[in-house]
């Protein structure tokens, strides 16, 4: 009956300061999960911003979660991506692997497999940038794991609904 | 220099006078000096000095919940506001309209740990509807009336707008409320859908074993959503009940009401509940005290929600006919569904209903072992009632049994009468709230029904109470303990009293003289009437020490993870013993 389902929100908020707080606030408050959390400016004309926050929960809980945004005073719009129709969710990652010989060469054998691009190189390691669905990255890393994976930096998801509608 | 060209303390006068505030409950120190200096140079906002900022956001909420308007607070920096911070999510809790403002640092010392600064901002963000940090005295103005716009607009709640000692001195232009523009977010929703409307008529028109369940939010609607509320209620012939919250919003003494509902409601309250196939929950939201065990609440119910919060729909019960929207504006669309459905409610449908009620009702679950030795709490307030029908009472109380007692057995007849702290529970809370009230109803009647061991968390407030010469009443029920922390150890921790007994309480006499009040004892049952004749008499602020039984529990009770079906009614009730799960044990 009351399954744990993820949801992909996306919240557009006055560029503020302390909006960040209300929100991860309201979360931590009451005991909703954040599984990424992405913001940056996206409109600085209208001193906008944007949120996207993968979460989990029964039902009811991702309700009370996007009724609970939207009563926040800064909060434009809040929109649940996951409800709504077909949407596209990328993540970007930066990977640190550090090797020799092999090793070395079967990582970016990898890499060319998973179409992450070297950013940085020594020659003792690599800095890999990778970008794509969180799946891809998480299968990624875990390759890397063996073969000499030192640093992880990853961005989090954002979202944005397919087709030509506006937010 | 324009006209609009003033200092920032001057732009806090100004907006709070444009705002309509008369009044303002605070504390002066260090960073809201610049305020106070602006409020000595006028006269049209007056100042009340209480002894405590706790004191005074209770005292604003008093004045806010007997008014319906926003009750404005003023207090300086680091431990002004802390001190606030109960009061505020008293406030938050209970859907009161505050502004709170806060003294800070001067801006170029926050975050340095400078002296009375504490981050306002980020401690009071979980426990106010919104908050502002001002850095620009040319933002003031729009500050403040945003600050009023979202306190008293929407689910009603707490504002805390913190000023800095620099913007305060500085110069800049007042926005006037006219001036401020629209906003792009924060636009509560207060037209209910009428699709929704349609839905909940087809409902209540089908109704066989209706209820009426009506909470605060019909009071926070206005006196319009009251009058619809007693009118929709009367005219379809339903049961109604009322949560603590709700109190006064239906008639006490009509023959419909059935009394406060929920955890120390009344049998034929809680079993309506359990047992009624249709709930029109208006501006109530289905909070732990009123649902019991909520995968036993009402289980055979279809649920008509009425609120204008999104958030309070769907968070413990999920309800059928979901109405967003202001109560009035839902009610008035729903009567006229109704009309246009010719609905008259047959009176043998709901007949059955009301026997079952009535059978229910004949238990007469408020009933207690009656003393002519020992004076029950119960007594003392039957008598205070009694005896002040027809002085139109305005009642505040502290937290625990005596306030129980009061929300079972006083009749409130009319809205914003009843004064309580409900969500969050404050003890301390009803001295200064009567402060407010007082503040706000000059010559009527205002009682704090207290217990001894609330009443003293803020009992500094009668020193407010007599320099401002209120004829605040109040009338404390002795029972040397924590009351209802006693019934639950009795109840539920094999009757080891830890820590619930004061054992050096103040002479309460003594102590209403000391701040140079009237003091009254009362200490057999023949005591009560006297002492609560001359507690009326004297046209000055009176603390009555009623000496009461010091074991009486309060019931019924639904003891905690049980079922509306499963409650306690008195101390002879078998089910007492081994009444309350082990889950239910750790709920509070």
Known sequence: MSEI?????????????????????????????????????????????????????????????????????????????TDEGPHVERELALIKVAGTGEKRIECLRLADIFRARVVDSTTESFVFEMTGSTEKLNAFVALMEPLGLVDVSRTGVVAIARGAKRI | MSLRQMTGAEMVIKALVDQGVDVVFGYPGGAVLPIYDALFKQNQLRHVLVRHEQGAVHAAEGYARTTGKVGAVLVTSGPGATNAVTGLTDALMDSVPIVCLTGQVPTHLIGNDAFQEADTTGITRPCTKHNYLVKDANDLGRIMHEAFYVARTGRPGPVVVDLPKDVLFATGTYVPPEAVGARKTYRPQTRPDPARIEEAAELIAKAERPLFYGGGGIINSGPRACELFAELVKKTGFPCTLTLMGLGAFPGSDKQYLGLVGMHGTFEANNAMHDCDVMICVGARFDDRVTGRINAFSPGSKKIHIDIDPSSINKNVRVNVPVLGDVAQALEALSDALKRRNFKPTRERVAKWWKAIEGWR???????????????????????????????????????????????????????????????????????????????????????????????????????????????????????????????????????????????????????????????????????????????????????????????????????????????????????????????????
């Open chain 1, 5 to 81: 389902e993820q949801h992909t929100i996306a919240v557009l908020v006055d560029n503020e300061p302390g909006v960040l707080a209300r929100v991860i606030g309201l979360f931590s408050g009451r005991g909703y999960n954040i599984e990424s959390l992405t913001v940056a400016e996206t409109d600085r004309a209208n001193n906008l911003s944007r949120i996207t926050v993968v979460t989990s929960g029964t039902r009811m809980i991702i309700e009370q979660i996007k009724a609970q945004l939207s009563r926040l005073v800064p909060v434009h719009a809040v929109r649940d991506l």
């Open chain 2, 362 to 588: 004949a238990r007469n679950c408020l009933a207690y072992a009656k003393s002519d030795q020992i004076i029950k709490p119960q007594y003392a307030i039957e008598r205070l009632y009694a005896l002040t029908r027809g002085r139109d009472p305005y009642i505040t109380t502290e937290v625990g049994q005596h306030q129980m007692w009061a929300a079972q057995l006083f009749k409130f007849e009319a809205p914003y009468h009843w004064m309580t702290s409900g969500g969050l529970g404050t003890m301390g809370y009803g001295l200064p709230a009567a402060v407010g009230v007082q503040i706000a109803r000059p010559d009527a009647l205002v009682i704090d029904i207290a217990g001894e061991a609330s009443i003293l968390m803020n009992i500094q407030e009668m020193s407010t109470i007599c320099q401002y010469r209120l004829p605040v009443k109040g009338f404390i029920l002795n029972n040397q303990y924590m009351g209802m922390v006693r019934q639950w150890q009795e109840l539920l921790h094999g009757a080891r009293y830890s820590e619930s007994y004061t054992a050096s309480l103040p002479d309460f006499v003594k102590l209403a003289e000391a701040f140079g009040a009237v003091g009254l004892r009362a200490e057999k049952p023949d005591d009560v009437d006297r002492v609560i004749t001359e507690m009326l008499a004297v046209d000055r602020p009176v603390l009555v020490d009623v000496v009461v039984d010091q074991m009486e529990n309060c019931f019924p009770m639904i003891p905690s993870g049980a079922a509306h079906n499963e409650m306690l009614l008195g101390p002879e009730d078998r089910k007492l013993e081994g009444s309350v799960s082990e889950e239910g044990m750790v709920l509070v």
